[in-house]
């Protein structure tokens, strides 16, 4: 669902450790995946990573089509971006077939 050279062609201006990231990749007609990661190590731990999945035709708490995810990438296994990318398209994936279930 996530188209991957987007997301890589998003990910290309953060190749500075330094710099957070936040990406708005946009899929299907109507929706929306929000991500957001700080690289800074905090209490010994990086921070969390953050996602939502947003359906753009709905507004208020309605528009979430999931529950935030919020993840540690070291523990998730998660150390590079193509994990990233995969770990994404699983949770989105997985996220949408249940929203697609509820809806109907």
């Given amino acids: 669902m996530i188209n991957k050279e987007s997301f890589y062609e998003q990910l ?4 500075h450790k330094n710099i957070p990231i936040r990406l708005v990749i946009r899929f299907g007609e109507h929706y929306e995946l929000l991500f957001s990661w700080e690289r800074r190590i ?3 731990e990086y921070t969390p990573m953050y996602a939502q999945l947003i ?3 709905k507004s208020g ?3 979430y089509v999931a529950p935030d995810l919020d ?3 070291i523990k998730e296994g998660i150390t590079t971006d193509y994990r990233l990318y995969k770990y994404l398209c699983k949770w989105v994936n997985n996220a949408m077939k249940e929203y697609e279930k ?3």
């Fill in 42 to 44: 905090r209490l010994g």
């Fill in 55 to 57: 359906d753009m035709r």
């Fill in 102 to 104: 509820a809806d109907n």
């Fill in 12 to 15: 290309k201006p953060f190749a």
């Fill in 61 to 63: 708490s309605n528009k």
């Fill in 71 to 73: 993840f540690d990438p």
